[in-house]
Structures are given as structure tokens and as C-alpha cells.
């Protein structure tokens, strides 16, 4: 199936979870933040499965202040 | 407190707009700022935070100046290689504004100061260059209620949001957990482009003028997201997680804790 991940069209498997993609993006969950059609998602909600065109964008925990 | 004839002249180009006036500029005046790290963050906020007037800074930060802050940290000189940054940052604010008060803290807050430290202060600015740092104050400031606004850089992006506890998200809530050693890399590892704290560090000195004055809206409950190579902003929303370990409904840190400064991320600056 096709999602739009940081505004690009992306395919894949079929009923993937956030923590799953985050994982096969080579992130690792604890270090990102998800935003799932504009709304922030709790940690605890990352178990939730991808539905076709959903709008994923991930959030970086920047701890450099330069 | 009377605004002397100066000071109108200085600030009138503020003063002048309707929701400042001469009221909003003896706000700031009152106001009291801690900006912790005088760093490509710190930097910025401090100056303008001390062009606009406010009337008291704290600025911490227990690093020396090196040739390598000079290509974003503004506050700092050639001529002042060595020196305490936390001195330094003084001696600019002052030639700027010689009204003001800037008290200086050359250390690294750790869970024994924090408290001690910020209990001064009506908002706090994170310039902090490390996860640690930035964890604790997160913690202290819920504990004890002040407003903080936090910023985060790295190479060509930047991260800006307002915690005001109780009324919307803390770090935490996003970001529950600092990450693990060497998931992240520093500024120092991986660079930044000077003007990204620039953009990142002016945005939350105008939070804090608006904090300072009871005007406008903050990035409270809304992420600001900047890509400087694509030049985007992105805004996110975000609630309160209930679960949060430190601002839910049901915390399991009810003490500061601190997590341990790791070689890989803070040595060798």
C-alpha cells in the first residue's frame, strides 16, 4: 500500500505498524517522534497499524544546542 | 518602576506598538530571564533579550570560549578565546545595555543547584548542548511550575516549542526518554549551520517577550519545525501525554534524577 512519508509517496507491506516502519527506516523509536496526519502520537500508540495514504513525518530529538 | 527619558528613547520603536507601550516595557523591565547555555542558541536569545530591556539575565555556562563556537556563537570574540563564555556573554550584553543585570553562573546545573538556581527566575531558555542538561531542566521546570522555552538544533534543522506546565506538552511528553548514548549525535559530531541556531534562538526570545508581557500566543501545545536546507517550517500539535513520566497524571519521577554525562556525546569540546 502506498503512504505519503515526509511529503513522498512510499510503499509498503500491507497493515505495517509506525514502530515497525520507524524500525525499517533504520530509526530507533526512542530517538523520534511520529506526527500521523498532523497529530503528535504518544509512544504508546506507535503499535498502530498504517492505513493507505496516512501522512507520516518523523520528529528528531535534537539534543545539540549548539 | 518609571521608564527614565533613555530608556523611552532606546526602546521606542517597541514601545510604540499597541500591545507593548510603556506598560509592556516595564514588564520587561521587571522581567527575569535565565538562559542556560551561552552557546549558538544562547547566544541570540541573550542579546536581544538584552536589547529589548529585560531588566535581569542569568546566563550559566561552565565552558570556555573556543575557536570552533565562533562561527555561530555571536556573544563571544577572538580576543576572548579562554575565556569563561558565562564572562564573556556579560561583557557583550553590558557594551549593548549597561542598565541591565546579568548575573553569571560559570557551572553545569546538576539535580543539587537546579532548583536553588531557577527559583529566581520567571521563564527559562534551554541552550543546552547536551540531552542530560536538557532532561533535567525539563523535570525541574514541571516540578516547579515555571515556563520554559526549549530548543533543540543539528546540522541543518532546528526544534522550538514553549512547556508551560499544567497547560500543554513537556519535552517528556514527546520525547519520553533522553536517547540512549550515541543514538543522536551532538553538534559537535555532526555539525550545524550557524544560522540555524540564529533563526531557532531568535524564535524563543520572541516567546519570551511575549511570556514577559501576557500578549500573543506561545508554541504552547504546538511543535515549530525548521529545515533550513529545504527552508520549511512545519508546526505539530501536540497534547499532554497522561502517561508522561513526569507531567501525567500518575508520574513515576517524583525526584529529579540526572542521567550520566557519556564520553561519546560530551567530551573532548
Known sequence: ?66 | MVLTNEEIERYSRQIILKNIGGRGQERLKQGKVLIVGAGGLGSPVAYYLAAAGVGTLGIIDSDNVDLSNLQRQILHTTGRLGQPKAESARETLLALNPALTINTYRLRLGKENILDIIRDYDVIVDGVDNFPTRYLLNDACVMTGKTLVEGGVLQWDGLVMTIKPGQGPCYRCIFPEPPPPGAVPSCQEAGVVGPVPGVIGCIQATEVLKILLATGETLTGRLLIYNALEMRFREVEAGRNPGCPVCGDNPSIRELEEYAFVCETQCGR
Open chain 1, 1 to 66: 500500500m502506498k503512504i505519503i512519508f515526509n511529503r513522498q509517496e512510499k510503499e509498503v507491506a500491507e497493515g505495517i505498524s509506525i514502530n515497525e516502519l520507524v524500525q525499517q527506516l533504520d530509526f530507533n523509536p526512542v530517538t523520534v517522534a511520529v506526527e500521523l496526519n498532523g497529530q503528535l502520537l504518544l509512544h504508546e500508540e506507535y503499535s498502530r497499524k498504517l492505513q493507505p495514504g496516512d501522512k507520516v513525518e518523523l520528529v528528531l530529538n535534537m539534543g545539540g544546542g549548539a
